[in-house]
């Protein structure tokens, strides 16, 4: 009788074959094959929904979206370390490091990459000939705008985080889960150390559940009822008129804004009662005690929609990296499935599964590929993108050609900006190490999930 180990190899080779995989029959399994047991993993973890994703269901201008700023994510991660030393300067030996965050690997040099943005970086040698990198005076001026445009947006910063802390079911987050929306809602690097402190009538560190956890937490100081009105509210004009004290957190009904993907468009007109029906139906606010709600129910599903359009109404680019919202079923309380969840309501949501880690899309805040409302980090971010200097080329995503900032084959393979970005000084837990391996599926989505998405 085969060993187990071999039995199962042919198994997923016979898996594989039967995806029709090109590079299957190129692959010979070992027994300590790394190959093997990354498609074993991804195999047995990676969503079937999301694996089997349908060609005509992409949105390419979100696609896009996410490829322009592959180089420009690289640009800030520097900037990020660069910024971190006294002198602004670092040994170019000394970033070979980081060669994992930023997708480098060798035998591409770093010192390369550097030189192909002479704006923004300069590298010299010392009296010893160790090459050093640090930032021209053009970036040096960037850098501090940045810094000046977190100042003048924290306090609306510090508003989404007490916003965060009355959405979940203690009041109180973990401060490493809170780090992970650092840069997606405009918070500083020292956000940890200083930034927390800077707000004490808002929220304060504590440490609840010593001697077992040692983990830091933010815990809510005072409830504010003005602030505890979703950002769907606002726009719809319901809370006009009402003042801060006057506003209580229950039952709502209204609709979320839904752009489908224009191949949908004409078999999704034979489903629009039962998305009528769904958009018709009450759910709890995001804001209002949600203990109570039974998993799986109508209600709670809706209500982790919610819950979910009101924290990407938070961040600066309407954007996430989908872990990021999964780390928050249980504070939330969200669905344990949430990537399910985010894949069926894809009017709302918009999911890329380029890259390593996926990242999710509020469809509302984009108009084609262009964020319909730029917040002041985002125009900072677009000024930078200028300053790259890359020669342009041409690739292809899906149907859609697009100018491609790289000239080195397969430098930065299917990564977003969010999977880049990776480095903190303060210790941010990074996530993700394995790059995307899903089979690409070219059949259409089956139009039942929608159906079983709205239906009463």
């Excluded at 005509?56 to 990020?80: G, M, N, P």
């Excluded at 959405?167 to 940890?192: C, N, Q, T, W, Y």
């Excluded at 009528?276 to 599903?301: H, I, V, W």
């Excluded at 730029?374 to 899906?398: S, T």
């Amino acid at each position: 009788m085969p060993h187990r180990g071999v039995r199962s190899k042919a198994l997923l080779r016979q898996f594989l074959l039967n995806l029709r995989l090109p590079f299957v029959n190129e692959v010979t399994f070992n027994s300590n094959d790394n190959a093997f047991r990354y498609l074993q993993w991804r195999l047995m973890t990676t969503s079937k929904r999301v694996q089997e994703r349908s060609k005509r269901k992409r949105v390419h201008d979100l696609e896009v979206a996410l490829e322009k700023h592959k180089v420009l994510s690289k640009i800030l991660f520097f900037f990020e370390i660069l910024k971190q030393e006294p002198e602004q300067i670092v040994p170019i030996k000394s970033l070979d490091r980081y060669r994992r965050q930023i997708n480098l690997p060798k035998p591409h040099k770093l010192s390369a990459f550097l030189r192909k943005s002479p704006k923004l970086f300069e590298l010299y040698k010392d009296q010893r000939g160790v090459l050093w990198c640090g930032m021209t005076k053009m970036a040096e001026e960037l850098v501090e705008e940045e810094g000046r445009i977190i100042e003048e947006n924290s306090d609306k910063a510090a508003e989404y985080v007490t916003r965060m802390l009355m959405m979940s079911v203690d009041k109180r987050l973990p401060l490493e889960k809170i780090a992970h929306f650092r840069r997606d809602i405009g918070l500083p690097v020292d956000f940890r150390s200083r930034w927390v402190h800077r707000y004490p009538e808002n929220f304060r560190v504590v440490r609840p559940f010593k001697p077992y956890d040692e983990g830091e937490y933010l815990e809510l100081v005072e409830w504010k009822s003005s602030w505890a009105i979703t950002e769907l509210e606002k726009k719809s004009g319901m809370v006009e008129g009402l003042s801060g004290g006057d506003h209580v957190p229950g039952l709502l009904s209204l609709s979320f804004p839904m752009k489908f993907p224009p191949n949908y468009k004409k078999v999704l007109s034979r489903y629009y009662p039962q998305i009528g029906n769904f958009q018709k139906r009450e759910y709890l606010s995001p804001y209002a005690d949600a203990r109570d709600l039974k998993a799986g129910s109508q209600e709670f599903d809706k209500r982790a929609v919610a819950v979910m359009h009101e924290l990407l109404s938070f961040t600066t680019e309407k954007r996430v990296v989908t872990d990021h919202l999964t780390h928050f079923r249980r504070e939330f309380v969200m669905p344990q499935k949430l990537m399910r969840l985010l894949l069926k309501h894809f009017g709302i949501f918009y999911v890329s599964e380029r890259g390593r880690r996926f990242s999710v899309f509020l469809n509302e805040a984009y108009e084609g590929s262009e964020l319909i409302e730029k917040h002041p980090l985002v125009v900072w971010r677009e000024k930078v993108d200028r300053l790259i200097d890359y020669r342009k080329k041409k690739k292809r995503i899906g149907t859609v050609e697009v100018l491609h900032d790289i000239d080195d084959k397969d430098l930065f393979e299917s990564e977003s900006e969010n999977d880049s970005i990776l480095f903190d000084h303060e210790q941010e837990e990074t996530m993700g190490n394995l790059e995307d391996a899903s089979p690409a599926d070219s059949s259409e989505m089956e139009i039942e999930e929608i159906y079983a998405a709205y239906q009463d």
